[in-house]
Structures are given as structure tokens and as C-alpha cells.
């Protein structure tokens, strides 16, 4: 198990170090310097150059760049002059983070609600509706549906406000464009699991013991066919980081996603590659859980990785 | 009850002539597996609808769409700005007086035109990446696999944004976005079938027989993983043209006065109070496009491998 973990962390570790070492030579190779200013003389130009280490051999600056990004420090934003660019994204982490998860809890809860009812009635209307959006989520991108439901819950009906983040009810339709992928995602994984384990030799034996029918689904079937969820992590994660960019945009949210766009807008290129790096982060931290929790759970991807 | 006897006569028999291989006739026409599972997606009613209306935007966006209307994409018009769906402007028109019409069909020639890449991409780089690391295994198969375990570490979002930073937006960008990052999971897929087959009998017999490795994948590994392969296409192309859209929303994609589906829902999107038929109708689509796709997808699965089917 302990190698398993230490190869699959090596591997994230090489992966983060690549996209890392990416974007410090697309910051090279951009066009212009932020001291590109007509007004500043030569020798002003230098200094500045002298300052932040810009007139270094490439190889030295990457060296410094790497050994910062290692402590956290993605440099100054271009844009809002001398702010540093982790700490604009410290500040807008909980917004995005408190959307996200409650989009994670929305679709958990409504995701498996729909999967199980449709498991139990099987080929039924309960059953159909919940294939129906399965497709539907998987379908209809989160900056189709936002729009959908600013109109139709915010200003046809007037039961959410439809922009601006200031108390609780302003996070409800965000989260809600958010969650109906996950919804679909889990509905889906939880009924064909259920559908699946429910066929096996062990819930019959459960029955035949005398179980009641709640006792069977709740600690045996649906136990289990919670398992593969796991596998769902890291495509979670990815969905959730590029929704937040479009859902936020779409409320005007002041997160890290709607600040990424704005930063694009702008041509804000430390900005854009911190948020990169902070994103890529993220990702793989989730693929890293993803992988060991999945290695705790079935021991033949633990044995078969280690063979390799 | 009295028995009533009847004597026996051989007349009264009819003989059979005994045919041995009567029992082994084949009734009908032999089904390929093609014809098999073209048989089982015509039952799957939402497949086929979903083709059927594939193929009709197919039509529409590049041949019908722009031959019958009689405005371009591109000219403004300041004086026809906003005008809602009429019998000039099937669609209306928007901030900029512009045709809606041709302006969606354009925005869908963009879509199809990205799927039909990634899908082109899929077969040219992931089909022969995996059925070359499958097939060779050994030292070859690991570093195949380190890379793509590398490149599968880092979201492909991110990599197409990089990519929009460094090269000027547009959709040759794009399709270089998509070309680095969409054909791993294709390459995964056939080099597992690679591996589960290139030990069976009947490559084993090709081998023996004196067969090239080239002439083994190509004329017995590749078509017997051919479904496999044609299920993965067609959940390829929905998340490229995914990629596209989402991409062209925040701003990254298509630039104007180039219109895609993604760019075009963003604008609605601004205009949805007053305006919102410039959103819905991108929008409607745009989904139909990814609905069909997932729909014939499905659809495709369950009828190339029955196994699959849940």
C-alpha cells in the first residue's frame, strides 16, 4: 500500500512540476515585459530589472521561479499593481469553495435520491425521469442552464435574485447550475450500481435471512453500490474548477473563476498562470485522494499497479 | 370397449430420406456483426431520432442555412438592431444588427467542425498510440504510458487556456488545444484491447503464419476492437465540442465578428432581460447538438457491445 501511494504521489508530483516549468517559459515567451512603459528611461529600466531579478540568465530565473512557486509565492499581479497573486486568490477562495460545495451537497443529495427510486422502480416513470437527466446533465453545459434559471427563477418568477453575492439566498441558483451535473453523475453511477448489486447473491441471502426490505437496501445495496463512487472524484473536481468559471461569470460572483475570466480580459498573464498553477493544484490533489481511496477500496488496483 | 385393430401396411407410410446435413442448414443470410448491431441500434428509437436530426444540422448548417438566406453572418446593420424573430430574419438580429440565421449555423459549422476533428484526432494519434504501446508492451508500453499518465495529471482546460495565451485565439488554436490533450483516453481504451487480444489464438495464428506485427494489428487486432473504438468516438466528440463552446464563453475561442455557439450564448446571456431570444436560440442548438451525440452515443454502446448494457 505505502508504494502504491508513493508512486502514484510521485507521479503527481512530476505532472504539477511539468505544468509548473509550462507556464514559467509562457510567461518567457509572452510578448512584452510589465516594465514595457516608453516613459521609464534606460536607466530606471535596468534598476527595475536589477529589482526583480529580470536581466538573470533564464536558467537562474527559473531556478528562483520554481523555488518560489514551491512556497507558495506566485508573484505580483500585472493588473492591481503589487498585490500579490496568492493572496487575491486566498481572498476569493471561500466564495467559490462555499458554491461549490454546496453544489456537491445539492447534487449528492438529489443525485442519490433520484438513483435510488429509480433502482428500486426499475423500468418505471421514476426510472425514466431520472435517464432523462442523466442525459440532460451531461448534456446541457452549466453556462446554458445558469442563464435558463436566471430567467425562468429570477426574473420570471422573482424567487432568487439573479446576480451579486450577499447573503445565503444569492448562492441558490449558482450552486443549482452547478449541481446538475453532479446530480446526473451520481444518479446515474448509483442506479446502475444498485441495479447491479441488487442482482447479487448476497442481498438474496440477506432477504432470505428475514431482513425487512429497508434493512437490505439501506446496509447491503446501497453500501455498496456507494463504492464506485469514488472513481467520480477527480472528473467532479474538474467540472466544479471550469463550471465555477462560467457559473461565476454568469452571477457575477466574486470568486476565483469569475477573477480568472476578468484576469483573461485584461491580459493579467501572472494572474492567469497563478490561478493555472493553483487550479492544477486542486486537480491533482483530487486525483491523488481519488487514486489511494480507490487503492483502500479494491486491492487488485493496489497489487496490479505495484507489478507495473 | 372392443380394440378396433387395423393391420399395418407400409403403404401406408411415407419415407424420409435422412439428410445429415439438413440439421446444420443455415436458415437465412449469415449477420455480420455490423448488420447485427445495426439491427439492434434501429430498435433504440432515441438513437435513431438522434441521427436523423444529426444528419438534418449537418445539412442545415453547411448546405441549406447559408444557401437560402440571402444575409451574411458578418454585415452589421446599425439601423436593424434587435429585431426579433421575423420573416426577414428568421432568427432576428443582434446589438449590431447582425443575422442571427446565418450567425447560429455558422456558430454550428464551428461545433460539428470540432467534433469531426477530435474524432479524427481519436483514430489518427490515439487508436495507433495505444495499439502501438499495447502491442510492443515491455520497455516501449512504459514510457508510452508514463506520458499519457503525465499529461492526464493536468486538466486539459487548463492546457487549451495556456494554449489561447500563447498563440492568438482562434480556431486553429483550438484545434491545437484538443490535439494535445483529447486523444488519451482513446489510446488507454485500444492499448487494453491490444493487450487482451494480441495473445488470443487467432493472432497468434497470424503470427505464425509469417505475418508482419503491422499486418497482425492492422488486419486482425483493429477490426475486432472496431466497436470498442466507435464507442469511444462518440463521446469524444461531444466533449470537444464541449471544450469549444465553453472555451468561446469565457472569452477565449472563436473571437468576433466570428461567431461560435459558446460566444453566442455568452452575448445572450447579457442581452437575457430584454433580449432573450438571442440567448435561447444558440442555446436550443447547441443542446440539441449535445443531446444527439450523448444520445447516439448511448444508443451506439448498447448495440455494438449488448454486454455494456445496464
Request: aromatic share 12%; charged share 15%; net charge neutral.
Amino acid at each position: 500500500m505505502l508504494r502504491y501511494v508513493a508512486r502514484r504521489t510521485l507521479y503527481m508530483l512530476l505532472a504539477l512540476f511539468v505544468i509548473i516549468s509550462v507556464t514559467f517559459f509562457i510567461s518567457k515567451a509572452l510578448p512584452g515585459t510589465p516594465f514595457a512603459d516608453d516613459k521609464l528611461t534606460p536607466q530606471i529600466r535596468k534598476q527595475l530589472y536589477e529589482k526583480y531579478g529580470l536581466d538573470e540568465p533564464i536558467l537562474v530565473q527559473y531556478e528562483k521561479y520554481m523555488l518560489n512557486v514551491a512556497q507558495g509565492d506566485l508573484g505580483n499581479s500585472f493588473y492591481f499593481e503589487s498585490r500579490p497573486v496568492s493572496q487575491m486568490i486566498l481572498q476569493r477562495l471561500p466564495v467559490s469553495m462555499f458554491i461549490g460545495v454546496q453544489a456537491v451537497i445539492f447534487g449528492l443529495v438529489i443525485g442519490m435520491v433520484l438513483g435510488i427510486v429509480a433502482a428500486l422502480r426499475h423500468n418505471t416513470l421514476w426510472d425514466t425521469l431520472a435517464v432523462v437527466v442523466a442525459v440532460l446533465g451531461v448534456s446541457v453545459p452549466s453556462f446554458v442552464l445558469g442563464p435558463i434559471l436566471q430567467y425562468w427563477l429570477g426574473l420570471k418568477l422573482g424567487w432568487f435574485p439573479i446576480a451579486f453575492f450577499e447573503s445565503w439566498i444569492y448562492s441558490v441558483l449558482p450552486s443549482l447550475a452547478l449541481s446538475v451535473f453532479v446530480i446526473s453523475t451520481v444518479a446515474r453511477f448509483i442506479r446502475t450500481e444498485m441495479l447491479e448489486v441488487m442482482g447479487q447473491d448476497y442481498i438474496t441471502l440477506a432477504k432470505a435471512k428475514g431482513l425487512s426490505g429497508l434493512a437490505v437496501i439501506l446496509k447491503h445495496v446501497l453500501r455498496n453500490a456507494l463504492i464506485p463512487l469514488v472513481t467520480v472524484m477527480a472528473p467532479l473536481t474538474i467540472y466544479l474548477i471550469t463550471g465555477s468559471l462560467v457559473v461565476e461569470q454568469i452571477f457575477a460572483v466574486p470568486g476565483i473563476g469569475e477573477q480568472f475570466v476578468q484576469s483573461i480580459v485584461v491580459n493579467d498573464y501572472s494572474m492567469i498562470l497563478g490561478t493555472t498553477i493553483f487550479f492544477s493544484v486542486l486537480f491533482i490533489l483530487a486525483l491523488l485522494i481519488q487514486d489511494i481511496m480507490y487503492g483502500i477500496i479494491d486491492p487488485r488496483i493496489r497489487i496490479s499497479g505495484a507489478k507495473e | 370397449m372392443e380394440t378396433r385393430h387395423r393391420e399395418l401396411d407400409p403403404r401406408l407410410f411415407e419415407s424420409v430420406e435422412i439428410d445429415a446435413y439438413e440439421g446444420e442448414r443455415i436458415a437465412g443470410p449469415p449477420v455480420g456483426f455490423w448488420k447485427d448491431s445495426w439491427v439492434r441500434l434501429k430498435k433504440n428509437r432515441g438513437a435513431l431520432i438522434s441521427l436523423a436530426v444529426l444528419v438534418l444540422v449537418f445539412i442545415v448548417a453547411f448546405v441549406i442555412g447559408p444557401l437560402i438566406s440571402t444575409h451574411s453572418p458578418y454585415d452589421q446593420n446599425m439601423t436593424q438592431r434587435y429585431l426579433g424573430p421575423t420573416s426577414d430574419y428568421w432568427f432576428g438580429t443582434d446589438k449590431f444588427g447582425r443575422d442571427m440565421w446565418t450567425r447560429v449555423w455558422a456558430g454550428a459549422r464551428v461545433s460539428l467542425y470540432i467534433g469531426l476533428l477530435a474524432a479524427l484526432l481519436d483514430i489518427f494519434v490515439g487508436v495507433v498510440y495505444g495499439a502501438v504501446s499495447g502491442y510492443l508492451g515491455g520497455r516501449v508500453d512504459d514510457v508510452m504510458q508514463r506520458i499519457i499518465e503525465i499529461l492526464n495529471g493536468i486538466p486539459s482546460l487548463i492546457i487549451a487556456i495556456l494554449a489561447m495565451i500563447v498563440f492568438n485565439p482562434g480556431i486553429i488554436t483550438i484545434s491545437i488545444a484538443i490535439g494535445l490533450t483529447g486523444w488519451t483516453f482513446m489510446a488507454r481504451i485500444v492499448r487494453g484491447r491490444m493487450i487482451q487480444l494480441k495473445d488470443q489464438e487467432f493472432a497468434l495464428a497470424s503470427r505464425s503464419l509469417g505475418a508482419s506485427g503491422f499486418r497482425v494489428v492492422w488486419k486482425h487486432l483493429i477490426p475486432n476492437s472496431l466497436g470498442l473504438i466507435v464507442i469511444n468516438l462518440m463521446f469524444t466528440i461531444p466533449s470537444a465540442i464541449f471544450a469549444e463552446a465553453f472555451l468561446s464563453f469565457i472569452g477565449l475561442g472563436i473571437q468576433v465578428p466570428e461567431a461560435s455557439l459558446g460566444s453566442l450564448i455568452s452575448d445572450g446571456a447579457g442581452e437575457l432581460r430584454f433580449h432573450p431570444y438571442l440567448l435561447w436560440l444558440p442555446s436550443i442548438v447547441f443542446c440539441l447538438l449535445m443531446i444527439c451525440f450523448n444520445l447516439l452515443g448511448d444508443g451506439l454502446r448498447d448495440a455494438l457491445d449488448p454486454k455494456m448494457r445496464k
